[in-house]
Nanobody, 114 residues
Framework: QVQLVESGGGLVKPGGSLRLSCVGS????????LSWYRQAPGKERELVAA???????NYADSVKGRFTISRDNAKNTVWLEMNNLKPEDTAVYYC????????WGQGTQVTVSS
C-alpha cells in the first residue's frame, strides 16, 4: 500500500539545524510533486516547501534562505534541510506526494526551544 514515512524531527535550540527525511513506497515516486507542510498548535496547516517533477522548488516566505527541499527519486526520498531554526518553526511537519491524488505522511514533530 502507499506509504510516506517521515523521520528526523526532534527538539533543537534556536539557531540549530535539523534534516527531515520522507521515504515513499507503494507508488511511482518520480511521477509526483513533493511537498512539506507544517501545522503548529492552534494554526492552520501551511505549505513550507515544494519540489516538482523537474526539481523546481518554491518556499514559504517565512523559510526562504533557511530551509532547502531536495529529492532523490532513486531512493524514493525527499528531504527538508532546516537551518537557523526559530521557535515559530515549532510544528508537526508532514510530507506529501501529489499526482492525480495526494498522499500524506503521518508527520514528525519539530520543537525549537531553549
Amino acid at each position: 500500500q502507499v506509504q510516506l514515512v517521515e523521520s528526523g524531527g526532534g527538539l533543537v535550540k534556536p539557531g540549530g539545524s535539523l534534516r527531515l527525511s520522507c521515504v515513499g513506497s507503494g507508488f511511482t515516486f518520480s511521477w509526483y510533486d513533493l511537498s512539506w507542510y507544517r501545522q503548529a498548535p492552534g494554526k492552520e496547516r501551511e505549505l513550507v516547501a515544494a519540489v516538482n517533477l523537474g526539481s523546481g522548488t518554491n518556499y514559504a516566505d517565512s523559510v526562504k534562505g533557511r530551509f532547502t527541499i531536495s529529492r532523490d527519486n532513486a531512493k524514493n526520498t525527499v528531504w527538508l534541510e532546516m537551518n537557523n531554526l526559530k521557535p515559530e518553526d515549532t510544528a508537526v511537519y508532514y510530507c506529501t506526494a501529489r499526482g492525480g491524488e495526494i498522499y500524506w505522511g503521518q508527520g514528525t514533530q519539530v520543537t525549537v526551544s531553549s
